[in-house]
């Protein structure tokens, strides 16, 4: 890993919006620097290489790889992690959040347990 991975893990490690993130999660061909499972988001810290030569195009079929299958990515640059890892970690949290609102979405305020005349619940 990386220091700016080290330090995203750091922060990622302590469930942080009681999500638990593995690191260097291996997932087909490809190994994801975080991964969440509950949210299927990876999280990947990209330093100033990626924007080198063949790189960026590589990211892309990567991502699209991933998009494939369900899963999104999020990344964040080196720079950001080293200069604001709280901002990071809430941005990821927020991810997180909002793909497991968006597959589960919460009950309508007048949905209730109801037990039907036959005795069955609906």
Known sequence: MTPPERRLWN?????PGGF?????HEHGPYYLDFFCFE???AVEVD????DLGSNPRRDER???????????????????VRDNLEGVAAYVVQECRRRVSAR???LDSEARWQAEPDGGVF
Not at 11 to 15: I, P
Request: proline share 5%; net charge positive.
């Open 11 to 15: 922060a990622l490690k302590t469930r």
């Open 20 to 24: 638990k993130f593995r690191r260097q």
């Open 39 to 41: 949210a299927s988001l």
């Open 47 to 50: 330093g100033f290489g990626h």
């Open 62 to 80: 990567r991502d699209a790889w991933l998009a494939s299958r369900g899963i999104v990515t999020v990344r964040v640059m080196a720079t950001d």
């Open 104 to 106: 589960f979405p919460p």
